[in-house]
């Protein structure tokens, strides 16, 4: 496959998590993933930025069929995957990969470094005791755990939240991965050690030509990593443009917001009050009629709260669910 050549494709995406059974009454779901449409290129990085609770971990699970799609279609290199069973995707589990926020969680206690990264090699029955060896060497040696002789014997306990991420990009990469998800990998890291992780895997994912998307609420890491940003809102992508482009010239009115509300570093503005959105995002069970981010938004019309937006292209390579951008 070329690097021109798409590797995943999402049409229309759902994915809703049943509240209550409707057996006397209507059915009650929560919209987590709600018609998400995109494309994502062999060795393309991007990243999926939203508020908690906007859908962005969700529609990483849901890709990864961690999560069975409530509707919509999941491509791999063509390939529809969208309802294969479990049984059906162990080709896929080798071909993807998911590094969990807290490494602290994601890593057995009672396994050594050594077994943590060798497990995956053997429920995929790859090679014999001594390749797998070698191969725990090798991602060991690319993620900078070394000597890799006082790592491999040792527990998580024994190690620090950065080696601990370390050895999750570690396990996450020893199948040698075609799709990695990366759900907020930095986020319980000090900030000393967010970019140097986040150099990392920017490093390996160029190495590797994986497909990386990387999911975060933090806007100031993207820039580390992606060469385009996926912005999420009330379970759909409002925004998709290059990274650049995004940050300097947002169109969404949620993408402002987003920007608006990243800190600012000079003590001479602490007083200074950030224009900023009122209110909450809204409840997914039940979500606002037309566009979503309406409720919130200084630029609303009439038809906001009616229609629901389709996707529009002010600019070449330019994607907005937003009423502001259609054609006059």
């Keep these: 496959m070329s690097e021109d050549e798409e590797l995943l494709e999402v049409e229309n995406l759902r994915k809703w998590f049943e509240l209550r059974k409707g057996l006397f009454s209507s059915p009650l ?37 961690l ?36 490494p602290y969680g994601a890593l057995p206690s009672f396994f050594s470094i050594h077994r943590i990264l060798e497990e995956p090699l053997i429920i995929h029955k790859f090679g014999n005791a001594e390749e797998r060896r070698k191969r725990v060497r090798e991602v060991l040696e690319e993620v900078r755990l070394t000597p890799i002789e006082d790592f491999a014997p040792k ?62 609420h933090d806007l100031t890491t993207t820039k580390y990593f992606s060469e385009k940003l996926f912005i999420m809102y009330a379970g759909k992508i409002v925004e998709i443009g290059d990274m650049l482009k995004v940050v300097h010239n947002p169109l969404h009115p949620y993408t402002e917001a987003l920007l608006k ?23 997914l069970v039940n979500p606002p009629s037309g566009c979503r981010f309406h409720p919130r938004c200084p630029y609303k019309m009439d038809i906001c709260q ?19 951008h259609a054609k006059k």
């Design 29 to 65: 779901y929560v919209k987590a993933v709600d018609g998400v449409s995109f494309k994502l290129k062999k060795g393309e990085a991007i990243s999926l930025v939203g508020e908690s609770g906007s859908g962005k971990t969700t529609l990483g699970k849901t890709i990864l069929r």
């Design 67 to 102: 999560y069975e799609p409530t509707g919509g279609t999941i491509k791999i290199k063509g390939r529809d995957i969208t309802h294969l069973k479990s049984n059906e995707l162990m080709w896929y589990r080798r071909e993807t990969a998911l590094i969990e926020q807290d």
């Design 155 to 216: 527990y998580p306990h024994m190690l620090s939240g950065g080696q601990l991420q370390r050895v999750a990009i570690a396990r996450a990469l020893t199948l040698r991965p075609e799709l990695v998800v990366a759900d907020e990998p930095v986020s319980m890291l000090d900030a000393s050690v967010r970019i140097e992780i986040l150099n990392l895997l920017r490093e390996l994912q160029e190495k590797r030509k994986i497909s990386f998307i990387y999911i975060t």
């Design 261 to 283: 509300a990243i800190p600012d570093p000079d003590p001479r503005n602490r007083e200074i009050l950030r224009d900023v959105p009122p209110g909450e995002p809204p409840n």
């Design 306 to 324: 009616k229609e629901e937006p389709p996707v529009f292209e002010p600019e070449n390579g330019r994607f907005v669910l937003c009423w502001l």
